[in-house]
Every structure is written in structure tokens, then in C-alpha cells.
């Protein structure tokens, strides 16, 4: 939506072409991409269609429908059309091109991947009513209340509202839209697929920012939804954005390989055609070319590459018997290499995903060819996923929901929920936007069982602290240990997949996680739940406030609970103990003759909220407004102080990052702080405790006004989870 293009023939990052002799995957016809400016053209000539008659701007949106729908009603295209370019018209995109070719430009890739009409004629409409005249009650009124839905889930909230947050509350409205009806990503992946192809125009940091959060954010849930064919294309998109020499470099191999005289995969082919042809298996052998980033991470695996990596053979079949008939064969007739079998019919993947996985050797060459088998109807699925099962959401009226609008569906994928159940308990936006890529990040999920009957659905690594979670919610707190296949097992033991977890719970409902749960909770829904009961409990270290106490009493009771260490951290020196804190003579206070200390117990910065109380000695305290300590010294009648910060402040402070373990994280981060104007004093990094990685950053910047950035930009590295002010080790101010 907003977007901000030029046509492909621009400057810029371009759906890579694959070369070679290859064939066509079936279904996806191979269509030339779109002449933007006839398509503009012809756009602003078709607004005066008859009800008779067709736009021509909407031939080929017709055409591809028709060819998975071709009794479908196509009076909803035209109003929608019509209705699309009459709002948008006048309007131009950066390009130069009229608006109206995106919209037309997103409901061509889905059409082509099977979408149905209620999604097709959203699509036609989604960036109406955020940037048109158009309402959605006028929506609704026209086309009714499912597209008015999927319109009302792609539709950005106000930055003017909702300020930076605005792409995180965005991105979480859209997912709580998801819940109740997939279509609605749908047509937000193929939106940004037509915004990436057209990227060009957009200054570079611009094309990186939307190319990150593509990365991490719209590929993965692609990836869940199964939309291969975006997928794809998006990553190869991205791969051109933000590593542009890798990109060229594997676009060149892609190149030679297709210049080569003989294609090994063509001649397996043939071999494959043959096997079919003697055992009477009626079916076809496609050639899938690998797309660049495929290629990419095969090289980085393999070495020198073979004309046999660049792509796949595709056996396509009629019935699911066909495709272990199929495997029998080739397993019988050629070489098998028996670790890359893997059966994804009998165990489909969590995104819909069915096929048979195999790879045999040339004999001639040795040359490993891997092959794909799967029936018609799990290819398509797998190219288009949920797009390919057309509308799942219509039951009779009488099953839906009319209490508040929610349309229940029962094809919700176990992920999803857990997505949209551990959003809720989020206290901001940065915190459900780096749980949000965290949870993405976890691309594999596992099957665990309960004695009692039911399954639990987590993601690959889980522990038993996180089905304690999954399975009762807040009430996990009074878990004390678990059996698992039977065994009695701690709550930091990881589950595989296919185990049978029994959770042993006390009865005391005031129950506390211990902080070493935190140690073993790999999902965001538990993570939450332990640091919000932890954050409410109250410290034993605390101690009440007595105006009349002397000045070190004040100091214990202001210094509030003393966080505990990340083991492995380095203790800084007496003589570093300041050092995440700007001098105290940065704070201006409104108390004549006063000296001013900063708080310990929440170590403030600029631009930090801060506020003041006096203590004995004629000093002035100075804490974070949200610090715990200001709440019980103005219970017990202390008098605030105003304090404020002087311009131009220099900045020391200590940053703890939490990461997922990845070659090249730490040159990643450092160059994102050095980016930030940030010189880094000292730096610690814990040994990876289960691919999770610690590292503590001392740092100095010229001005305190960029700390928010520097923590954000920090966030942005892949990978990275979580960025947080260290405290310091003493209970001092």
C-alpha cells in the first residue's frame, strides 16, 4: 500500500531472471511481465465499461482466473475495477505510472495463483480506503461483508496516530485479521512482491528498511502460509536489495550453467520418463530450476557447483498410491542416496506442504540429482498454499459467529494461534515487534502429546517450560517438573517431536516461575508471562521509605531490586561503575545550592523522562519517571524535585543484545552501532547456550539523543531478539 514504484525497466532490484533449458513448472503459465504504462493506458480508457462488457485493463486478471475458476462470476471484477480507478485516478505513483496499475499489478499475482473472486475483487480494492475518498462502509455496502474484511486488514493504521509504532500496530492488526481469515495475507505478500519488483526509485536506505522487514517479517509468514511461488521471488528480490554482490555474482553462475552444451538434469529427465514409461505410471518429469537464492545457499554448502545443483526434477502424478509407486522405482532402477529421503505426505509440514523428497546418482558422474514427487494437487498447493484452498470460510450462517463480528475457522494453523494468543499480553510495540521475529525466525515445528489425549503444536526447541504455557496459560506459573515418554524430567528439558509430555503442577495459586525459566523459554508467549509475574513480584531487597532516615537508608530504598547478571557476563571494575551513566553535571535542577546524583537503581540517560527527590546533605536523586523507587518515595510523601537534562550530552551506557546464533552476527551488529555514531569501549560476548547468544556492549555516543536509534538499529541486525540498558551491580546511587 502507499506504493512507491518505478516500472521494472527503471534503475533498481528485479525479479532475477533463471535461465537455461528448462521446462516450465506446471500451472504457472510463464506470462511476460506487464507493460505498466499500457496497462496505465488502458486503465483510464476502461473506466467507461458497460455493464456488458469488460474493462480491457482487466483482460488479463479475467484471463488468468478463468483459467482455475472458469465459471466464476466476474461482475464483482468490474464493479471493483471501476470502483479502484475512478478513486485512485489522478493519482500517479513515484514512477510516473497511474495508481491504478498496482492494484491491477497484485490481483494479476494472485489470480495467476488460483485465488478465488472475493479475494481477487479485495485486492482490486486494498489501498481504497487508505488512500481514497472510499470508506469501508461504502465498501461493504457494495461488495459486501468478506471483502469489506480482507480491505479493512490491509489497510495501514495513521502514523499520525500512532506515530513510529505505526508498522509494528499495523503488522499486528493485519495478523489478528489473518486469524480469522488467511486472505487477508494473501493479499498483503502479494503486495509487497509487486512493491519489491518496483523498488528502484526509492533511495537506498529506504529500499533496505522495506527489504529487512520483508526478510524477516513477510518472507517467513510466506513460508507458513506455503506460498512457495512468493516466497521465491521475494527472497531473491531482497537477496539483490541487500547483498547486491552476492546476488550478481550467483546470478553469473546461473548464467554459465545455462550456456553449458549438455544439461545433466535434462538427461536424468529422460532416464526418469523411461522408468515411468516401463512401469506404467501415468505421470509427468518437469526440471525446477533453483532461483538465486537457492543456488546462493547450495554453494555455500556444496563448494564448486555441478550442472546437476541448479535445479530439481519434478515427478508429477495422479494419486498419492502413484507417488510411493514412483520412489519404489527410481529406489529400484538408479542409485539412491538414502539420508535425503524425507516423506512429507505421511507427515505433511505445519504450512501444507506434501511431497516425497529423493535423490539419486548419475551414474556416469555421480552426480546427486534430487528429486520431488507429489500428485497435481499438492503441486499447486505447494506454489500457492492457502491461496490454493479458495475460500475455506464458508459455512452456513447460522455456525458463524454474530456476537461480535469474529469468523471462526477451523483451518487456523496451530501457529497462528499461538501467534495471535501471546500478542495479546505484549505491553508495547518494540516488544511484540522483536517477539514477532523471533517467533518467525523458528521456521520448523514439533508434535508433542498429552496423556491424557490432544496434542500440543511448538516450534523446534521447545522445552517443557514452553508446553507448560502452551498447554495452561498464566496457571504454568505453579509448574514443579514434568515426565516425558514416561521419565521424570526437569522443566528445562527440550522436547523432540513425537513425545508424550505429562506437566506435574502444584496447588498454591500463588505460585512464582523461578528466573531460571527465563533460561528455558524458547517461545514468546512464555517468556512474557514469566517477566510480567517476575516484574510484578515484589523484590526482598526492597525496603520502605522513611523521610527521616539518613542518606545511605535513602539510597538502598531508591536503588530498588538488583537485577542478576547473565552469567558469563565480565563485572566491570570499581572504577567502570559510573561509566553507563552521563555526569551528573549534564541534569539541571530546580533546588538552588543542590548537587545532583544519578539513581542507580535505573542508571537514566537522556533522553530518559527524570525526575527528582532530595535526600539528606543537600543532594538531589535523580530517577527514570517510570523507576519503581519513584513510586513508593511519593507514597510515603517525598516531595519531588524538577529536574531536566542540559543539551548536548554525551552519552556512555552498557547494552545487552540477545541473538540467535548466526555466522557473521557480531560484524553485522558492530557495524549497525558504528553506523549509529556509536564507539564501542568494551564489549563482552557469552559462549551460545543453545544457539542463543549474549553479548554485552559498553559504548559511548556524542550525543544521548541517539540512544533510542542506536537500540533500534541494534534491534534491526537478523537475529537479534532483544536490546536492553544494563543495570549496574551495586544497590548504590
Not at 258 to 275: F, K, W
Amino acid at each position: 500500500m502507499n506504493a512507491e514504484a518505478v516500472n521494472p525497466a527503471s534503475p533498481g532490484p528485479v525479479t532475477p531472471p533463471v535461465t537455461g533449458a528448462v521446462a516450465p513448472a506446471p500451472r504457472r503459465k510463464s506470462r511476460a511481465r506487464i507493460d505498466l504504462r499500457r496497462l496505465g493506458r488502458a486503465a483510464l480508457l476502461g473506466g467507461s465499461a458497460t455493464r456488458g462488457r469488460l474493462p480491457d485493463a482487466i483482460g488479463h486478471v479475467v484471463e488468468a482466473h478463468r483459467a482455475h475458476h472458469p465459471d466464476a462470476d466476474l461482475e464483482p471484477l468490474r464493479r471493483a475495477y471501476l470502483l479502484a480507478e475512478s478513486s485512485h485516478r489522478g493519482q500517479m505513483r513515484k514512477s510516473g505510472e497511474p495508481y491504478i496499475t498496482h492494484p491491477l499489478a497484485v490481483t494479476l499475482i494472485l489470480a495467476e495463483l488460483g485465488a478465488e473472486t472475493t479475494t481477487l475483487t479485495a485486492s482490486l480494492l486494498h489501498d481504497t480506503v487508505e488512500d481514497t475518498e472510499v470508506t469501508l462502509d461504502q465498501v461493504g455496502d457494495e461488495f459486501g461483508a468478506e471483502v469489506r474484511y480482507l480491505v479493512d486488514g490491509v489497510t495501514k493504521l495513521e502514523k499520525v496516530e500512532y506515530g513510529a509504532a505505526a508498522e509494528s500496530e499495523t503488522f499486528r492488526k493485519m495478523l489478528l485479521a489473518t486469524g480469522n481469515d488467511v486472505r487477508v495475507m494473501s493479499i498483503k505478500l502479494a503486495d509487497r512482491l509487486h512493491n519489491m519488483r518496483t523498488l528502484g526509485v526509492m533511495r537506498r536506505e529506504k529500499q533496505e528498511r522495506i527489504a529487512k522487514v520483508t526478510r524477516d517479517v513477510l518472507i517467513p509468514l510466506a513460508e507458513r502460509l506455503g506460498v512457495q511461488a512468493l516466497k521465491s521471488e521475494l527472497e531473491d528480490l531482497v537477496f539483490a536489495v541487500l547483498h547486491p554482490e552476492e546476488y550478481a555474482r550467483t546470478s553469473d553462475l546461473i548464467a554459465e550453467n545455462a550456456a553449458r552444451p549438455a544439461d545433466p538434469l535434462a538427461l536424468v529427465a529422460d532416464e526418469v520418463r523411461g522408468v515411468l514409461r516401463e512401469a506404467g505410471i501415468p505421470g509427468e518429469v518437469l526440471i525446477r530450476p533453483r532461483h538465486a537464492v537457492s543456488v546462493h545457499r547450495v554453494s555455500r554448502k556444496r563448494g564448486p557447483l555441478g550442472g546437476a545443483d541448479f535445479g530439481r526434477l519434478l515427478v508429477l502424478v495422479q494419486e498419492d498410491a502413484d507417488c510411493y509407486a514412483v520412489l519404489g522405482e527410481l529406489h529400484t532402477c538408479m542409485t539412491p542416496v538414502v539420508s535425503e529421503f524425507k516423506d512429507f505426505i505421511a507427515v505433511p509440514k505445519f504450512n501444507l506442504y506434501q511431497s516425497l523428497h529423493t535423490a539419486v546418482a548419475r551414474a556416469e558422474d555421480g552426480q546427486v540429482v534430487e528429486v520431488l514427487i507429489r500428485t497435481q494437487q499438492m503441486h499447486q498447493v505447494a506454489e500457492a498454499g492457502v491461496v490454493a484452498l479458495g475460500n475455506p470460510y464458508a459455512v452456513p450462517a447460522e455456525e458463524q459467529s454474530a456476537a461480535d463480528g469474529e469468523r471462526i475457522d477451523p483451518t487456523r494453523p496451530g501457529w497462528l494461534s499461538r501467534l495471535i494468543d501471546w500478542q495479546r499480553d505484549v505491553p508495547d510495540a518494540d516488544t511484540f515487534w522483536s517477539g514477532l521475529r523471533e517467533d518467525l525466525a523458528q521456521d520448523r515445528e514439533i508434535t508433542v502429546f498429552r496423556p491424557g489425549g490432544g496434542t500440543l503444536g511448538l516450534p523446534d526447541g521447545a522445552t517443557c517450560v514452553d508446553a507448560a504455557y502452551a498447554q495452561y496459560g498464566e496457571d504454568a506459573h505453579a509448574a514443579m517438573g514434568a515426565r516425558v515418554n514416561g521419565r521424570l524430567a526437569t522443566l528445562g528439558t527440550v522436547l523432540r517431536d513425537g513425545d508424550t509430555v505429562q506437566l506435574l503442577m502444584g496447588q498454591d495459586p500463588a505460585s512464582e516461575p523461578s528466573r531460571e525459566w527465563l533460561e528455558h523459554a524458547h517461545t514468546p508467549a512464555a517468556r512474557i508471562a514469566i517477566q510480567r509475574r517476575l516484574a510484578a513480584r515484589p523484590a526482598p531487597t526492597e525496603t520502605g521509605i522513611d523521610a527521616d532516615a539518613d542518606a545511605d537508608t535513602d539510597a538502598r530504598a531508591e536503588a530498588g531490586p538488583v537485577p542478576e547478571r547473565p552469567q558469563g557476563s565480565r563485572v566491570p571494575a570499581a572504577d567502570e561503575a559510573p561509566a553507563p551513566r552521563p555526569a551528573a553535571s549534564d541534569v539541571l535542577v530546580d533546588l538552588p545550592g543542590a548537587s545532583v546524583r544519578l539513581a542507580g537503581c535505573c542508571t537514566p540517560v537522556p533522553p530518559d523522562r527524570i525526575t527528582g527527590f532530595a535526600v539528606r546533605g543537600g543532594v538531589v536523586t535523580v530517577h527514570r519517571v517510570e523507576c519503581a523507587a519513584v513510586a513508593k518515595m511519593t507514597d510515603a510523601g517525598r516531595p519531588e524535585v524538577g529536574v531536566r537534562w542540559g543539551e548536548g550530552s554525551e552519552c556512555r551506557v552498557t547494552l545487552l543484545a540477545e541473538s540467535f546464533g548466526r555466522p557473521h552476527l557480531l560484524a553485522d551488529l558492530t557495524e549497525a552501532m558504528a553506523q549509529e555514531g556509536a564507539e564501542i569501549v568494551s564489549a563482552t560476548v557469552e559462549p551460545p547456550d543453545r544457539q542463543r547468544v549474549r553479548h554485552s556492549y559498553t559504548v559511548l555516543l556524542p550525543d544521548a539523543a541517539r540512544l533510542p536509534a542506536l537500540m533500534r538499529a541494534m534491534r534491526e541486525v537478523p537475529g537479534v531478539y532483544d536490546v536492553t540498558r544494563a543495570q549496574p551491580q551495586t544497590a548504590g546511587v
